[in-house]
Every structure is written in structure tokens, then in C-alpha cells.
């Protein structure tokens, strides 16, 4: 069940924060693109497990469709939304994969692929789908987050273009690798370097510090939060047996 759960989780991350484009959010009121949007998410679970013409698969698709409905044409929007859109799309992960546990072991991976490779295949989903929900479904909460917090003078209107993003990925990831390596520790260094760093352009403006604090605490919470959460699916994954080098 665990490998079958690592699998869709990876699938899922891939179809709702890689595959979907911002084209596709924008016009996913039209039934054309909705469709297009569940197609993806039937396909990347497809390629994830090995199976083809798994019933339970269509049914997760169906079951993706029906929560993105509820939430584009009820009009939800707001970091609540997004949160509740995304919790109801792993309770549907969670459920097929308790529905129909063997669909990674029944898959085509297991049987094509050299029994070393097929038995890591689920960690590398477990790390993958981690990565892309620290990094990048990380950067659309906190940009949903900050709707409620604008500044009439950004911070970050002088930077770079894209730069506030760019550090916001950059920072995600290396919490997301710092948690993985167990150098939980790292991350002090992290904020302690980010606060200097910002110190000398925010200094004497509280509403910009304001700001930049709402932002990095969330930032760091959510990528802490979500690579905590992957190491507890690694663990619970059958271990890798790595074989000693020959002498």
C-alpha cells in the first residue's frame, strides 16, 4: 500500500504543480481545459504505477475532477481553499491506495525493471513528490498568503525580477535537503543568514520587515513541515538494501 501511495503522491504533485501551467489555471473554468487537467492526472498516475487499465485509477481521476470542480466553479479561492483543495485530493490518494494496495506491485515497474531499481523506484517518488510540494506547491501558498498582506511600496519591487521568488525556491529546497540529510541544525544558519542578509534593506521600515517575516517564517514552516512529512513515508517504505562493496 505504501509504494502504491508514494506512486499517486508523485503523480498528483506532478499533474497539479508541474504539468498544469499557469495557461491552464487561468482558463480552468472552461470545461475543455478541466478535462485536459483530469486527462493529466489520469495519465501521470498511469506512468507512475505501471498500470494501464487500473479501474481504480479512472475513479482517482474522476475523484481529482470532481474536488477541482467544487473549487473553480463554487469560486473558492483564498490560502483556506487551497489548503482544503489540496487535503481533500490526499484523502482521495489515500483512499485508492487503501482501495487497491497492489497497484504498484502489480504494475509493469516491478516486472520490467531489475528488482534493485523497482525497489528504490518508491523512494525516488516519495523524495520527488516531497521536493515539488516543498518547492513548488510551497510558492503558491505563500503567494495566496501574502494577497492578504500587500504592501502599497513592495520590498521587492527594486529587486530583481522574480528574485523574491527565486530565493523562496532556493530556500525551500535546501530546508527540503537539510531535513532529508538530517542536518536539521543547517537551518538555523539558514534564517540567521536570510535575517542579515534582508537587514539592510527593510531596516527602519516595520511594515516591510513585517512582510519579509510573514513570508520567510511561512516559507521555512511549510518547506519543514513537508520534508518532515516525506522523511515519514520514506520510513515507512520497505527499507533499501544496498549491497557492501567487494573488497
Given at each position: 500500500?505504501?509504494?502504491?501511495?508514494?506512486?499517486?503522491?508523485?503523480?498528483?504533485?506532478?499533474?497539479?504543480?508541474?504539468?498544469?501551467?499557469?495557461?491552464?489555471?487561468?482558463r480552468k473554468r472552461h470545461l475543455g481545459v478541466m478535462l485536459l487537467h483530469g486527462a493529466l492526472?489520469?495519465?501521470?498516475?498511469?506512468a507512475a504505477t505501471g498500470q494501464v487499465a487500473a479501474l481504480p485509477l479512472l475513479i482517482l481521476a474522476l475523484l481529482h475532477l470532481l474536488i477541482d470542480c467544487v473549487k473553480t466553479y463554487g469560486r473558492f479561492t483564498g490560502l483556506a481553499a487551497f489548503l482544503a483543495d489540496q487535503a481533500a485530493h490526499l484523502a482521495a490518494l489515500a483512499a485508492i491506495a487503501f482501495w487497491a494496495p497492489d497497484l504498484w506491485a502489480t504494475g509493469l515497474w516491478p516486472a520490467l525493471l531489475p528488482e534493485p531499481v523497482a525497489t528504490a523506484l518508491p523512494h525516488i517518488f516519495a523524495v520527488a513528490a516531497g521536493a515539488i510540494l516543498a518547492i513548488r506547491a510551497g510558492a503558491f501558498a505563500i503567494q495566496l498568503l501574502m494577497q492578504g498582506h500587500a504592501l502599497s511600496d513592495n520590498p521587492g519591487d527594486d529587486g530583481l525580477p522574480g528574485g523574491g521568488a527565486t530565493i523562496g525556491y532556493l530556500e525551500r529546497a535546501l530546508i527540503f535537503l537539510l531535513v532529508?540529510?538530517?542536518?536539521?541544525?543547517?537551518?538555523?544558519?539558514?534564517?540567521?543568514?536570510?535575517?542579515?542578509?534582508?537587514?539592510g534593506t527593510i531596516s527602519g521600515d516595520r511594515k516591510a520587515t513585517e512582510y519579509v517575516i510573514i513570508g520567510?517564517?511561512?516559507?521555512?514552516?511549510?518547506?519543514?513541515?513537508?520534508?518532515?512529512?516525506?522523511?515519514?513515508?520514506?520510513?515507512?517504505?520497505?527499507?533499501?538494501?544496498?549491497?557492501?562493496p567487494r573488497p
Open positions: 500500500m505504501i509504494e502504491t501511495l508514494a506512486a499517486l503522491l508523485c503523480a498528483h504533485a506532478m499533474a497539479d504543480f508541474v504539468l498544469q501551467t499557469g495557461w491552464m489555471v487561468a492526472v489520469l495519465l501521470t498516475a498511469q532529508l540529510a538530517g542536518q536539521i541544525a543547517g537551518i538555523g544558519f539558514l534564517v540567521a543568514a536570510k535575517s542579515i542578509l534582508r537587514f520567510t517564517l511561512f516559507s521555512f514552516g511549510w518547506a519543514l513541515l513537508i520534508a518532515l512529512a516525506t522523511q515519514s513515508l520514506l520510513a515507512a517504505l520497505p527499507p533499501l538494501e544496498i549491497s557492501a
